[in-house]
């Protein structure tokens, strides 16, 4: 499949001033500036946090600058704001010392100062963004004559002087910042830089990734270079490095107990059952919180898991997965309207659609071959011809019935994998499987398999909120009254290698027993300590590391959801032609 036809829109109306941080950033990385002024994407990080504590003790000390410039008194004040009407730029000064009508801008960075042929110098960044500092105070009448930066590290103080060489080469930096912003297309990102491992957003940028997988070998123009950058030759190969982490220390609570109650005490998140605490989890320790049936939830708790960017899941008793609630803390609506405008093209949806099935199909039959005693050719054959079918498909309607085909042959040689630890007819149930049924599901394995793929649906629509879709959206699926479409579009080639798999660890270890399952009527439900039993299993497989085929690196399946649903964004963003769907060997 050739790359996909998309076109960037221009993004949003802009705000009236460039903030001379953000001329700090644009300085350091195009990109890194893009996310955070133009899309609102931030994340943390020890020198972010840190950095946000120093600044937060200088502004609690603010104290306002004289109305006049040309009062001949020595004067500090502390977090001082002007702004700029000619160059359309605001800053926001830790300090400005005033002698004599001449102002002197000092700001606090957290690191250290670079070390330069003639001794200690700024880093190109700082220093641009002192400049910003220097030239508002010119504007507002004050002379200026240089600037210092105080690198709290090594307790050094750094002077600049302002001469005009530096207000030229400033003052072009601004003019290339708005012309980056209005146009509206993200820049691409760094090429082999050593920012990029220090830098708070790698995870969401993904530079090493957006480059493997982009089609169109251009050379980098020089605005995108920085400092240590090194143009890449055209034609080269470009090597991933592993700049994400390859597991998150967060991890997802679950309460599974019926009448359990969720509270909070000050960063801590407490589970009473009536008056008793049985348990206490921090607030910083936990990715996202899944409540199973009657738990209850405190407004503090959810106010506080809001304003902590962790999600709040909810499911029924049986696994039945019924919505989330999450804060405000993705702000970027243009992802979704390209995400809106795409899902109406009909080339789009079949192109994304086509490659979801056959890769989902590909790791169907990774799967038999891997954990079936001796999986039917007949089966392999067809499972390989339907994925080959499935990427020359002319229409939604021809996938749905190649998808079918395949989870049939799929799904007639399931129970070859399910090789239970204990005997047989121990229990009223066991673990034959004679083919998938659902709602309600009448064994054993399929109640697994419905809650396995409930707990994935919920995972991806994590996932999607994360990057900043609409998770009802979707290219495949599409839309139906509470259902996540684009979640269930991107969890189709991960069914297998994580829902399915933590079914057959959970039977074939023992983790999931025939006594943990209830009969009522004609359907099957796992019993509190099954459901224990279960979650255990998929977590496991979650954390389980995987090496990425594309990128060849080592990373969890949790944190391959979040890189996955990054890489579809960047098809919407045109950045890159293709989505390199994720199929295992």
């Known amino acids: 499949m050739g790359a996909l036809p998309v076109v960037a829109e221009a993004r949003r109306e802009l705000p009236d001033y460039l903030p001379a941080r953000m001329v700090n950033e644009f300085a350091y990385c195009p990109r890194l500036f893009f996310y955070e002024w133009i899309e609102g994407v931030f994340a943390e990080s020890t020198d972010t946090v840190e950095g946000a504590i120093q600044h937060k003790r200088v502004d609690e000390k603010a104290t306002a600058l004289p109305e006049s410039a040309d009062l001949p008194q020595s004067i500090h004040s502390r977090s001082v704001t002007l702004s700029s009407e000619r160059l359309h730029v605001i800053a926001k000064m830790d300090l400005v010392e005033v002698e004599d009508g001449t102002g002197t801008p000092v700001d ?146 679950y309460l599974n107990s019926q009448g359990f109650r969720l509270g909070k005490s000050g960063a801590v998140l407490q589970v009473k059952d009536k008056e008793k605490v049985v348990q206490e989890v921090r607030l910083g320790e936990i990715c996202q919180v899944s409540l199973m049936g009657n738990v209850q939830v405190s407004t503090q708790a959810v106010q506080a898991l809001c304003e902590a960017g962790v999600p709040v899941c909810y499911f029924s008793m049986g696994g039945w997965f019924y919505g989330i609630t999450t804060g405000l803390n993705e702000k970027n609506v243009f992802l979704r309207r390209s995400q809106f405008r795409l899902a109406e093209q009909e080339y789009f949806t079949r192109a ?100 396995g793929y409930s707990l994935l649906a919920k995972d991806l629509t994590v996932a999607s909120y994360a990057v900043g879709f609409d998770p009802y959206i979707g290219f495949y699926h599409q839309p139906r009254f509470g259902r996540p479409a684009l979640a269930l579009d991107l969890m189709e080639p991960f069914r297998p290698l994580i829902a399915d798999s933590a079914v057959l660890t959970a039977i074939n270890t023992g983790m999931v027993t025939v006594r943990d399952f209830v009969r009522v009527g004609g359907s099957v439900a796992l019993s509190a300590s099954g459901r224990k039993g ?45 989505y390199p769907v994720f199929t295992t060997r």
Not at 547 to 574: K, M, N
Request: aromatic share 6%.
């Open 108 to 253: 606090y960075k957290h690191g250290r100062p670079r070390e330069g042929a003639n001794g200690l110098e700024l880093w190109p960044a700082d220093r641009a963004q002192l400049a910003v500092q220097g030239m508002v105070l010119r504007e507002n009448g004050y002379r200026c004559e240089e600037g210092i930066v105080y690198y709290r590290k090594t307790g050094q103080r750094v002077r600049v002087e302002f001469d005009d060489g530096l207000v030229v080469e400033t003052e072009a930096l601004i003019e290339r910042a708005w012309a980056t912003a209005e146009a509206g297309e993200i820049p691409p990102p760094l090429v082999d830089s050593p920012k990029c491992p220090g830098c708070s957003l790698v995870g969401i940028c993904l530079p090493d990734e957006t480059g493997f997988v982009s089609e169109a070998e251009l050379e980098t123009e020089p605005l995108q270079l920085g400092l240590f950058d090194t143009p890449r030759r055209k034609g080269a190969k470009r090597e991933v490095r592993p700049l994400v982490t390859p597991r998150s220390e967060l991890r997802p609570l």
């Open 352 to 451: 994304i659609a086509r490659r979801l099935v056959a890769g989902k199909i590909r790791n169907q039959r990774t799967l038999l071959q891997r954990n079936h005693v001796e999986p039917k050719r007949a089966t392999l054959a067809g499972l390989k011809e339907m994925a080959e079918r499935a990427e020359s498909a002319e229409s939604l309607g021809e996938l749905l019935g190649i998808e079918g085909n395949a989870a049939r042959l799929y799904f007639g040689d399931f129970g070859g994998m399910i090789k239970p630890d204990e005997a047989p007819g121990a229990a009223e149930m066991d673990f034959d499987f004679a083919g998938r049924n659902r709602r309600p599901p009448r064994d054993p394995v399929n109640a697994l398999l419905s809650l």
């Open 534 to 578: 279960f979650f255990r299993a998929y977590e496991l497989r979650m954390d389980t590391l995987v090496t990425h085929p594309l990128f060849d690196y080592r990373v969890s399946y949790r944190r391959l959801l979040e890189i996955q649903s990054r890489l579809l964004a960047r098809v919407l963003e045109g950045e890159i032609g293709e």
